[in-house]
């Protein structure tokens, strides 16, 4: 019997054709989330299943009995996924870490120079014809080179962002679940012991942890009160890490300077959210890992995870390996 596997989205036609080779491949033919009961459907037929991150793979879905027992998201976070449930159920779960760090660090310094030089607030004024007189004052940002950078999230994405950081001769301190002596040697960074001690003293926050418990809502009221009234927040992480009520009062009260962000709370942001009213922001469509060649890339390996796993070879990439134990 030939072993079938659902892909989620219709953009991925090079890691389609690799999977069809072997199993019959089912592709949702919108670029929107398939609903709830459609996926449980899924789940019941088919043996592997290629997910993007914006897909809710929860309790309701992978408790379905079936003979599914691999998932592999299209993406390095995994909050959309229930772990524990799949590992129950002996469904081996893929993610694409080590492919995106470097697009998505470069979004991530294209925020941060964006924010602090207002390259976007200018580009409005000039499109809506209120350039009018050669005068800077309007437009007035805030250097990049030599500030204090904090990052939050030392993974593979946050070190990238340091390595570029290091071109513009910026001081370098980091918060993370975890300290990182050799980085801190390699790069010349410094470690902070907590998270308000990072905030007190940098220009620039940029956020790179993963979607938790631990760090849902993790920066609100109090955190954005401890940063400087001149700094500015970048966030590529996930939009619920930050409280976006917090962020909005802080932004309009002028605590911190301005922010920017590719993540939002909730996605896509509603068109009349407060904080697109706001001239200190920038906002983009969660666009981080979306560089061609990234995207095609990360495709691939999510595909190659559920080969893997469906040939009983190890996955590029997988969460939960302890699941295999429990596959019937």
């Known amino acids: 019997m030939v072993k079938k596997v659902f892909v989620s989205r219709p953009y991925h036609p090079e890691a389609i054709d690799l999977l069809s080779e072997d199993y019959e491949v089912e592709v949702w033919p919108n670029k929107t989330s398939p609903p709830k009961e459609f996926l449980v459907e899924k789940v019941s037929q088919c043996h592997g299943m290629l997910m993007e991150s914006y897909d809710i793979m929860d309790a309701d879905v992978l408790g379905v009995s079936g003979p599914l027992s691999v998932v592999s998201n299209r993406a390095v976070g995994t909050d959309n996924l229930d772990i524990p449930v799949a590992t129950a159920r002996g469904i081996l779960l893929g993610n694409t870490p080590g492919v995106l760090q470097e697009s998505c660090a470069d979004l991530a310094f294209a925020l941060l120079l964006n924010a602090a030089r207002r390259v976007s607030y200018s580009d409005r004024e000039v499109r809506a014809g209120r350039w009018t007189m050669l005068d800077q004052t309007p437009y007035l940002g805030t250097d990049v080179y030599a500030k204090t950078l904090g990052i939050v999230g030392l993974g593979g994405i946050g070190e990238a962002v340091a390595r570029r950081a290091l071109g513009f001769d910026m001081d370098i301190v980091y918060f993370s679940r975890t300290r990182k002596p050799e980085l801190e040697q390699r790069y010349g960074l410094r470690w902070a012991e907590n998270l308000s001690s990072l905030l007190g003293q940098s220009d620039y926050v940029s956020l790179h942890m ?7 809502g993790m920066i609100g009221h109090a955190e954005l009160h401890q940063m400087k009234p001149d700094a500015f927040l970048i966030n ?16 309009l009260d002028g605590e911190i300077a301005g922010a920017a962000l590719d993540v939002t709370d909730p996605e896509p942001i509603p068109s009349d959210d407060p904080i697109l009213s706001l001239s200190n922001v920038v906002i983009t469509a969660h666009i981080a890992s979306g560089s061609t060649a990234t995207f095609k890339t990360m495709a691939l390996m999510a595909a190659r995870n559920i080969i893997a796993a469906l040939t009983g070879q190890p996955m590029p990439s997988c969460v939960n390996p302890e699941a295999g134990e429990n596959r019937a």
Do not use: I, K
Not at 210 to 216: A, G, S, Y
Not at 239 to 250: I, S
């Open 236 to 251: 590529t992480s996930r939009g619920a890490t930050v409280d976006p009520r917090a962020l909005y009062n802080a932004l």
């Open 210 to 216: 993963p979607l938790t418990d631990q760090t849902r």
